[in-house]
Each structure stands twice: as structure tokens, then as C-alpha cells.
């Protein structure tokens, strides 16, 4: 089975949203195999977006991962991370198609509800940064 990552983020955290969220995940058979609630630290953050390090937007979305609690959720079925990655809709929630997490639940782009991994091998890595086997 593919394994995939849901990061529900704090904007959609503070605004109530981790119950809707989840229901969807069920509602889309995807399996929750590991699901916590913690607050990110700047270093973690860090080691989990290093590849974007060098990048323009790097320091805010380290800012922005870290300003509040987040859902993390391991999820699995067959094509999981092409499944997710439809369910949650484009980066930019004005982009995103209706009825979409990021359409319904998404501010902007960079405060876009949920994250999911874009692809399968991400899928592995990132579930084992928060779940490791």
C-alpha cells in the first residue's frame, strides 16, 4: 500500500477545521495509519522543508508551520498520493477546483489548510520524519 502525508496546518487548526478534514480523509478510504497533534519547532520545520532552503518563501513557511499546532496523519491506500493530492486541490486555494480541502478550508497560498505529499517516494520519507517504522 502507498503511503502518503496529511499536514493539517495550524491555520486550519485554529479555525476548527481538524474534524471536517479527517471526516473527508475517511470518506475518501483512505487508511489513517499514524495521527498525532504536536507544535513543530523551528528545527524540525527546518529539516522537514530543507529542500525548499533556498528558495524566496522558505523563511515564511517556516514561520507560518511553526506559529501553531498542526495534525499529522500517515495515510494509506493504493495511489494514495495521487488520491490525497486531487482531494486537497491546487497549492493556491483560488486555483483549487471546488470542493476541494484547500478550495473549502485554504486562505491563501501560503496558508493553504493541508499539506500532502507530491510524491510517492516523498511519501515514504516524509511519513517516516513523523512516524518512523
Known amino acids: 500500500m502507498e503511503k502518503t502525508l ?6 486550519a487548526v485554529k479555525a476548527r477545521h481538524i474534524g471536517h478534514i479527517i ?6 478510504h483512505l487508511e489513517i495509519t499514524g495521527l498525532c497533534c504536536l507544535h513543530l519547532t523551528r528545527e524540525q520545520a527546518e529539516e522537514f522543508y530543507a529542500i525548499h532552503r533556498e528558495r524566496p518563501f522558505f ?4 514561520r507560518y508551520i511553526t506559529s ?3 495534525v499529522v496523519g500517515r495515510l494509506e491506500c493504493e495511489g494514495a498520493v495521487e488520491h490525497w493530492r486531487k482531494v486537497i486541490g491546487a497549492t493556491d486555494p483560488k486555483k483549487s477546483a471546488p470542493g476541494t480541502l484547500r478550495a473549502l478550508y485554504g486562505i491563501d497560498i ?10 510517492v517516494e516523498n511519501g515514504i520519507v516524509e511519513s517516516r520524519f513523523f512516524f518512523p517504522e
Open 6 to 11: 496529511m499536514i493539517i496546518k495550524p491555520d
Open 23 to 28: 471526516s473527508r480523509v475517511e470518506a475518501e
Open 68 to 70: 501553531g499546532p498542526v
Open 110 to 119: 501560503e496558508r493553504n489548510a493541508v499539506h500532502g505529499s507530491d510524491s
Open 59 to 62: 523563511e515564511g513557511l517556516i
